[in-house]
């Protein structure tokens, strides 16, 4: 069973930075691209970035783009998200999520597994 955990989400202020960390286990996720996904209140999850399995290719939001950074360390089994110079509407709940698939894809339904999520709080 493969399992997500969030974690680095907080409270910050505009301009600032934030790292957002996703610990993966189970044997799947050694050969899955995985993503990040935020869901603000009273709004749609929608993606944000993601990386393939051997974390060469990289996609991101148009509003991501620029300023947040998706990196992976397989051998840690460890997703990243950078997130520089943060803005209020970048306020939401992080999820990380990987799926059974070593391509990348910008789609939420193309990925099996689900992180419970992380809040991030960006002040202005």
């Known amino acids: 069973q493969v399992q997500l955990v969030e974690s680095g989400g907080g409270l910050v202020q505009a301009g600032g930075s934030l790292r957002l960390s996703c610990a993966a286990s189970?044997?799947?996720?050694?050969?899955?691209?995985m993503g990040w996904f935020r869901q603000a209140p009273g709004k749609e999850r929608e993606f944000v970035a993601a990386?393939?399995?051997?974390?060469?290719?990289?996609y991101y939001a148009d509003s991501a783009k620029g300023r947040f950074t998706i990196s992976r360390d397989n051998a840690k089994n460890t997703l990243y998200l950078q997130m520089n110079s943060p803005k209020p509407e970048d306020t939401a709940v992080y999820y990380c999520?990987?799926?059974?698939?070593?391509?990348?894809?910008?789609?939420?339904?193309?990925?099996?597994?689900w992180g419970r999520g992380t809040q991030v709080t960006v002040s202005s």
């Open positions: 990386i393939n399995w051997a974390g060469d290719n990289t």
């Open positions: 999520a990987a799926r059974t698939g070593a391509n990348a894809r910008i789609n939420s339904g193309a990925y099996n597994y």
């Open positions: 189970g044997r799947t996720v050694s050969s899955s691209a």
